[in-house]
Nanobody, 118 residues
């Protein structure tokens, strides 16, 4: 069992920055993937950024060059640094922890709201 807790959301003006945190409490080891997703009101949940247990990262085209995903292994925390925020970045941001080996599991947090508005 893994508990996932996101934090760091808020209201920010266009062009501003926020750093989201995803803390994973439980047995996160071996092969796993941690992802950030964004869901705007009335829209599906879209993948924003990925980081693997091996340290590989990938991003949605819409956030490349502006968002950076990173991991603090000691704290079992993944961060999403968001710079150059745009109104279209507004939405609830969710963290997902997917365990692949030796354990399997798929865990979501409760989400944190990001609003980009002047």
């Amino acid at each position: 069992q893994v508990d996932v807790v996101e934090s760091g959301g808020g209201l920010v003006q266009p062009g501003g920055s926020l750093r989201l945190s995803c803390a994973a409490y439980g047995s996160v080891f071996g092969t796993f993937v941690i992802t950030w997703h964004r869901q705007a009101a009335g829209q599906p949940r879209d993948l924003v950024a990925t980081i693997t247990s091996g340290g590989g990262t990938s991003y949605a085209d819409s956030v490349k060059g502006r968002f950076t995903i990173s991991r603090d292994n000691a704290q079992n925390t993944v961060y999403l640094q968001m710079n150059g925020l745009k109104p279209e970045d507004t939405g609830a941001y969710y963290c997902n922890v997917r365990l692949i080996f030796p354990h399997t599991g798929d865990y979501w947090g409760q989400g944190t709201q990001v609003t980009v508005s002047s």
